[in-house]
Structures are given as structure tokens and as C-alpha cells.
């Protein structure tokens, strides 16, 4: 890991230590292993050479540290995630990174990407959305998975691919 990277690691323990604190957790749980884990997609990205503007979306987020480092670097980022408890826990995450994050008002019409850089599309929204992309005029850069593929059954895999397909076109 490098000096720029280990910085950016402690701006996300730091926000991991105030959900903790809010949550009165009595003992503190520093992600370490899932957040090293996660450079390993961001570095990967990272040699893409992406624009700051480029749209980013995670299917399967986990516990959101990808995410969240693409926000620390000013990302357009997005993603879905069908487990209510990795769900619940991006939402702290996403809503500790950006003040402005306000997952009740961002996809009412179910946008995959807002106005603002960092978005939670719903998991339920997310299995509507294959016809709205196009009314939407949605699109991304790039569609990211760390390991969510493998716990798909093949109607949801063939699923992700279409949504994929339309968002890529």
C-alpha cells in the first residue's frame, strides 16, 4: 500500500469510527482486511485512467469500502446491493462520506445515477429498472462486481447482463 492510498485508508477508518461512535458501539471493529481488499478493485480502476466524471457501477458492494474510496476521489459512483444487511450498512457508510446523501429522494424516478456523485439504487428499484434506463437516458463508464456474480442464480445473472448491455451501449 502506498503513502497516498494509506491516507485515503484513514479517511475511511476515520468515518467508520464515527458510525461506531453514533451506534454506541461498545467495542470498535476497524475493517482493516475488507478495506485492503477493496484497493484491490480500486487499484485496478485506478489504471484505467478514468475522468472524474466517469460514472461508476457496483453491483454487490458488500460492505461499501470500494465505494467509498471511489467517493474520496471524487467518482461518480452508484451501486445496488440485494443483502439487507450489507444494504443497511452502505447507507451509514454513504451517508457518513457525503452530508448531502438523502437515500429517500434519490431514485424516485429509478435512477441508477443522480445529480450528485455518490447514489444507492435500491435493490427493489434495481429489478424495475431494466425498462427505464433508456426513458432515463441513463448510461455508465464502467460497471464493477468484486465477487457478487458467484451467488447469482442464472435468471439474475442474465438480468445483470441486460441492465449491464443497456448501461454500457
Partial sequence: ???????????ILKHVENIQEKLNFKEK???FSSLLSAFGCYRIVKKLSLN????IFEIGPGSGYTGALFN???????????SQG???????IYKELDKNFDETLLNKDFKIFNNSNFSHLKWWEFAQVKDKIEK??????????NHA???LTKEC?????????KLLS
Avoid at 86 to 92: A, G, P, R, T
Avoid at 136 to 145: M, R
Avoid at 157 to 165: A, D, Q, R, V
Fill in 1 to 11: 500500500i502506498n503513502e497516498e492510498e494509506f491516507l485515503l485508508l484513514q479517511k
Fill in 29 to 31: 471493529v476497524l475493517p
Fill in 52 to 55: 472524474k466524471d466517469s460514472k
Fill in 72 to 82: 474520496k476521489e471524487g467518482f461518480k459512483y452508484s451501486s445496488t446491493d440485494n
Fill in 86 to 92: 450489507f444494504y443497511l450498512w452502505q447507507s451509514l
Fill in 136 to 145: 432515463n437516458d441513463e448510461s455508465a463508464d464502467l460497471i464493477i462486481c
Fill in 149 to 151: 456474480l458467484g451467488e
Fill in 157 to 165: 445473472l442474465l438480468y445483470i447482463i441486460k441492465i449491464s448491455s
